[in-house]
């Protein structure tokens, strides 16, 4: 089973930026689309973005022009680069992994992203 762990969360002023990581914490199997989201105080959780093993990206509305995803395949990581930071992405961010063969969905515990003057 793997076990994806978080880095790079913090507090930001608006318009900063932050590099968020996520990595197994030990040699695991390959991902198909990895992901990251998010989840608000008091709202569901949303996606923010998705990558394919083959680097395709795609966006929701409110990340596209800001956040750049990518993915190192050989270390099965997936990186969230988050530029011009707004109050509004304050959230704890999620990454999310598609196991390439089971199609099981893996998650990691959280990083918190405060964005705040």
């Known amino acids: 089973q793997a076990q994806l762990e978080e880095s790079g969360g913090g507090l930001v002023q608006p318009g900063g930026s932050l590099r968020l990581s996520c990595a197994p914490s030990r040699p695991t199997f390959s991902f198909s689309t990895m992901a990251w989201y998010r989840q608000a105080p008091g709202k569901q959780r949303e996606l923010v973005a998705t990558?394919?093993?083959?680097?395709?990206?795609n966006y929701v509305d409110p990340a596209k022009g800001r956040f750049t995803i990518s993915r190192d395949n050989a270390k099965r990581a997936v990186y969230l680069q988050m530029n011009n930071l707004r109050p509004e992405d304050t959230a704890v961010y999620y990454c999310n992994a598609i196991g390439s063969i089971s199609g099981r969905h893996y998650w990691g515990q959280g990083t918190q992203v405060t964005v705040n003057s």
């Open positions: 990558i394919t093993t083959d680097g395709e990206s």
